[in-house]
């Protein structure tokens, strides 16, 4: 049976301009969950992966409105929070879509760790901005207070910025791997995971966010998939990013993918990570990954929506 | 392999009177990923739940302290994210414990649903107190916006009742018994796992408490465990609580138990649960619940510690 690992953007789970309610994030993992079962009933084996980027944003907002009488949790455990929180929405609507339409599948949640080097040099170099928005002077009390890297935000006042690290093994793949060969539906590294380092016989949660779509694209290498499906909210990738001369890209090999990522032909906030996630899949031997809109995700897994990256070799 | 389903109390993740760091959360963890990888160690196969009392209450003053910019999440949610939570603390120092002790061991957390009956007559009746605790007017308030009941505490104050409806089986028992079987120490069914009642063909979460325990009966009966062992931190049942003349209870068999629960012997708010729960296990033909301190875990399962009640029968 074919595998896929299926990475849900962020608004799959909270559509833009959606109020933050739990009806809009439970229609939102409902419409999701439609297309999981799309994909299922095609014969895939599936594992989902999502982001946490509003949820954990969410979550920081609240810590911070009652830290006067609860300490706040560092940031590797408001990730392993929102797994729980997102877990819980896609694998209850997941369930109920399979037992409507009489393809009843278990589905679980698998908290998952993600590690990361030390030695990642973006822990020099945090670049995530992520919580509140602050005025300068509160901002740079709390870096005093909180050990916190602090700067400016391009949409305006300052906030939190932490690493990004890159991934480079998810510490469950043996879990989800025995799971999904089983048939079970697993929804795994929520938010990319928990970022941990080695630290001799220790796992150290990190303070950092590691992209949702890299830790997709390790994960769906190690456990075999044949395709790494990304959705998000746009048909297909285009070149020339902010330039009138946008084009719509069909398909594209690996080298052709990293010559246009070297040009700048993608949004680095937005496109760029996701083009570098399908590269890391296809480039470890990865059969195809594709870059769809979430309402076209069976179109896409049978290449007729989407942009779809290939190596290129036979 | 024996199988055996422990679960840990509040304080096991949450120590009496200790400052809700991080830190101290993250100690205490520590303290009983060893405890659990000795049992391991003496050839068992190990489903752990827990306890999500303190962490939920915190996650509950953290959502009203935002509630004027983020949406709070209702109770079942918050169960999913304490899930997460205290998931990674566990599974993170069990992994260390096991690694560091030669005896590596995958370690799952599973999120984990409950199910309950919509016509459990909890559902009428709430009286579990949660979250904040308010003034009448205050209280009253939130009563008509939120559509909450809310009651006197009897620590003075007013707060939230919610229902604490009887759990009949775990959603996630097919996924759990095939991991522990595959020698993966499972994390599941934390708090008692997030209530849901089978509406048509779907699973709607409720808010309420399922009682920790009692889930872990469920779980430990559905997993075929032979041994139930509720961890917390005294040495053993007593008959008497409340009065002058207590009594440790060394063992029971399921028909004194039930005696003397109706007797009112053990405290409700403390060990009456807990005996209830080693009685629906026992009753369900589980060979024996051991109600013992989180430290002597092992004593306790070697029958040389906490208190053991079996059927009687043989």
Known sequence: ?????????????????????????????????????????????????HGNGPQVGRILLQQEAASGVVHPMPLDVCGA?????????????????????GMER????????????????????????????YQEAEAQGLAVARGWTVKPDPHGGWRRVV????PYSIVETPIIARLVADDVIVIASGGGGVPVVEDGP????????????????????????????????????????????????DRMTVDEARTFLKAGEFGEGSMGPKV??????????GNRAVIADLAQATEALAGEAGTVIVSGDG
């Open 202 to 249: 220790r796992l150290v949660g990190r303070e950092g966010v590691v992209d949702k779509d890299l830790a997709g694209a390790i994960l769906a290498h190690e456990v075999g998939a044949t395709s790494f499906l990304i959705l998000t909210d746009v048909a297909k990738v285009q070149r020339g990013f902010g330039t009138l001369m946008t084009e719509d890209i």
């Open 1 to 49: 049976m074919e595998r896929v690992v299926v990475a849900l953007g962020g608004n799959a789970l909270l559509r833009r301009g959606a109020d933050d309610t739990f009806e809009e994030m439970y229609a939102a993992a409902r419409g999701a969950a439609e297309r999981i079962a799309d994909i299922a009933a095609l014969g895939y084996e599936v594992v989902i992966t």
């Open 276 to 285: 570098r996630a399908a590269v890391e899949f296809v480039s470890r031997g």
């Open 163 to 166: 690493p990004s690290p890159a």
């Open 106 to 133: 278990p589905v679980a949640t698998v908290l998952t760790l993600t590690r990361v080097r030390p030695d990642d040099p973006a822990f020099q170099r945090p670049t995530k901005f992520i919580g509140p928005f």
């Open 81 to 101: 929070l929102s797994q729980g929180q997102i877990g819980y929405l896609l694998q209850v609507t997941i369930g109920d879509v399979f037992f409507e339409r």
